[in-house]
């Protein structure tokens, strides 16, 4: 594992995927990270790329042929190399190669740049082109953190806090079957109650917000994730069907993309949400993680 670190925050990050596993709070002596135990979700913050969310029937069309894939894509299980690391910062880096073509016929080179200003971690990510052709893709990213934080704490403590974007109107998504709907537009400012059956009906889909904060009524502690101009922001944790309530986590997730429509006609290029790079351009984009 790769450790950066400041005064504040010791951040622990693996290769695979380039995935962050561990941040520590030096102050408050804090373990914010889930901590993968595969019971609930074996993951911790994969980067989704090239798709955000499942597929309709798991595939698409580009260009005559049809092309299968795996919900949230295949870039948080590649192996990455480290390009440039410094005491408070980490950068990342796959090149794809040819090694996906069967199931995206698009070349790129990927960079995640991890850094520490404080008590906050900044991710910021780079797509390249490395094709002849405009290509088509989405980004997300889905970090999960522990609730409750505290042993003398459980998640009915916490809530969640939505910020939406100036000048723009905040809309609410459903996932039905793990295909995305347009529900309701909502308020500029909105609490939510972490409860047993929040995430019963998948997650919670939002767009045009800037600001997503979970903290404990109780304690203060918490994240406050800023992903200003970010098309859509993801709530989730797994619903335990057994005893109706949530696992001890909760992803917020900031998405450049976003799940199929149920009417999708699953072309690549017409996908709600994708993003259109041209050739030799660079898309780049940046979120970050304060630690309460």
């Given at each position: 594992?790769?450790?950066?670190?400041?005064?504040?925050?010791?951040?622990?990050?693996?290769?695979?995927?380039?995935?962050v596993r561990e941040v520590k709070h030096k102050k408050?002596?804090?373990?914010?990270?889930?901590?993968?135990?595969?019971?609930?979700?074996?993951?911790?913050?994969?980067?989704?790329?090239?798709?955000?969310?499942?597929?309709?029937?798991?595939?698409?069309?580009?260009?005559?042929?049809?092309?299968?894939?795996?919900?949230?894509?295949?870039?948080?299980?590649?192996?990455?190399?480290?390009?440039?690391?410094?005491?408070?910062?980490?950068?990342?880096?796959?090149?794809?190669?040819?090694?996906?073509?069967?199931?995206?016929?698009?070349?790129?080179?990927?960079?995640?740049?991890?850094?520490?200003?404080?008590?906050?971690?900044?991710?910021?990510?780079?797509?390249?082109?490395?094709?002849?052709?405009?290509?088509?893709?989405?980004?997300?990213?889905?970090?999960?953190?522990?609730?409750?934080?505290?042993?003398?704490?459980?998640?009915?403590?916490?809530?969640?806090?939505?910020?939406?974007?100036?000048?723009?109107?905040?809309?609410?998504?459903?996932?039905?079957?793990?295909?995305?709907?347009?529900?309701?537009?909502?308020?500029?400012?909105?609490?939510?109650?972490?409860?047993?059956?929040?995430?019963?009906?998948?997650?919670?889909?939002?767009?045009?917000?800037?600001?997503?904060?979970?903290?404990?009524?109780?304690?203060?502690?918490?994240?406050?994730?800023?992903?200003?101009?970010?098309?859509?922001?993801?709530?989730?944790?797994?619903?335990?069907?057994s005893d109706g309530t949530m696992a001890p986590f909760?992803?917020?997730?900031?998405?450049?993309?976003?799940?199929?429509?149920?009417?999708?006609?699953?072309?690549?290029?017409?996908?709600?949400?994708?993003?259109?790079?041209?050739?030799?351009?660079?898309?780049?984009?940046?979120?970050?993680?304060?630690?309460i």
């Amino acid at each position: 594992m790769i450790v950066i670190e400041n005064d504040w925050l010791e951040v622990g990050i693996v290769s695979n995927g380039a995935e962050v596993r561990e941040v520590k709070h030096k102050k408050n002596e804090l373990n914010y990270m889930w901590t993968g135990d595969s019971t609930y979700w074996g993951r911790v913050s994969p980067v989704l790329f090239p798709i955000v969310g499942r597929l309709k029937e798991d595939q698409y069309h580009l260009d005559g042929l049809t092309y299968k894939m795996s919900q949230h894509g295949f870039l948080r299980d590649v192996e990455f190399m480290v390009e440039k690391l410094t005491t408070d910062s980490a950068s990342f880096v796959f090149e794809s190669a040819g090694r996906f073509i069967d199931v995206y016929p698009y070349e790129f080179k990927s960079t995640i740049h991890y850094s520490l200003k404080e008590d906050s971690l900044s991710v910021r990510w780079k797509i390249e082109n490395k094709n002849k052709e405009e290509m088509y893709f989405s980004i997300g990213a889905h970090p999960a953190f522990k609730i409750p934080l505290l042993e003398n704490e459980t998640f009915h403590d916490y809530s969640l806090k939505l910020t939406s974007a100036k000048n723009k109107n905040p809309l609410e998504y459903e996932l039905k079957d793990s295909l995305i709907h347009e529900k309701a537009a909502v308020n500029n400012t909105e609490t939510i109650p972490l409860t047993r059956s929040l995430f019963a009906n998948d997650a919670l889909v939002y767009s045009n917000m800037d600001v997503t904060t979970l903290t404990s009524n109780k304690s203060g502690h918490g994240v406050e994730v800023s992903h200003n101009d970010f098309p859509f922001v993801g709530i989730w944790s797994k619903h335990v069907d057994s005893d109706g309530t949530m696992a001890p986590f909760v992803c917020i997730e900031p998405w450049y993309g976003i799940a199929d429509t149920h009417n999708t006609s699953g072309n690549l290029k017409e996908k709600f949400g994708v993003n259109r790079l041209g050739v030799g351009e660079t898309f780049q984009s940046e979120y970050s993680i304060k630690f309460i």
